[in-house]
């Protein structure tokens, strides 16, 4: 399914506000309230729109801390990564785990209540992954820009 202009300004509005009403986004598309809801339709069954979410806020919920973690794995066997992403996926403090080109192997986004409740996820999950030779972890000291956006 190739994307028209009409498809991506539905997107752009739906990344920003994705609790918005299908008559406002009709609306601000410049569409029908019927034609705006087959296409958002047709964007779900083929996969553009993933999911909904409510992004909430960390420092609301106790945890302001941003932590990213390098890992470097003592080999590169398919097992070995497997193995890693298996159990790196159950930490509930990880909200991000991307495999890297680099001197890493593995970039780890993690969220805590400070230093010590870091110490704490450490010690008690990211200390025992599997296959980890090398860890190096630095702590945000304030987030100037984020966004979920994806830019089309």
């Given at each position: 399914m190739q994307l028209d202009e009409t498809d991506r300004r539905i997107l752009t509005v739906l990344q920003k506000t994705g609790r918005i009403s299908n008559a406002?986004?009709?609306?601000?598309?410049?569409?029908?309230?019927?034609?705006?809801?087959?296409?958002?339709?047709?964007?779900?069954?083929?996969?553009?729109?993933?999911?909904?979410?409510?992004?909430?806020?960390?420092?609301?919920?106790?945890?302001?801390?941003?932590?990213f973690v390098e890992i470097t794995l003592s080999a590169q066997a398919d097992e070995v990564l497997d193995a890693f992403e298996r159990q790196v996926a159950l930490i509930p403090d990880v909200l991000e785990c991307h495999l890297m080109a680099g001197k890493s192997d593995y970039l780890l986004k993690v969220v805590a209540q400070d230093g010590d409740d870091f110490a704490r996820i450490h010690r008690r999950f990211l200390a025992r992954l599997p296959g980890v030779a090398q860890m190096q972890s630095s702590f945000a000291l304030r987030t100037v820009f984020k966004t979920t956006a994806i830019p089309l």
């Amino acid at each position: 399914m190739q994307l028209d202009e009409t498809d991506r300004r539905i997107l752009t509005v739906l990344q920003k506000t994705g609790r918005i009403s299908n008559a406002e986004l009709s609306e601000r598309v410049n569409l029908s309230a019927s034609a705006c809801h087959r296409r958002v339709h047709r964007l779900e069954s083929e996969g553009y729109i993933r999911d909904y979410v409510a992004l909430v806020d960390p420092r609301k919920m106790g945890r302001p801390t941003t932590v990213f973690v390098e890992i470097t794995l003592s080999a590169q066997a398919d097992e070995v990564l497997d193995a890693f992403e298996r159990q790196v996926a159950l930490i509930p403090d990880v909200l991000e785990c991307h495999l890297m080109a680099g001197k890493s192997d593995y970039l780890l986004k993690v969220v805590a209540q400070d230093g010590d409740d870091f110490a704490r996820i450490h010690r008690r999950f990211l200390a025992r992954l599997p296959g980890v030779a090398q860890m190096q972890s630095s702590f945000a000291l304030r987030t100037v820009f984020k966004t979920t956006a994806i830019p089309l």
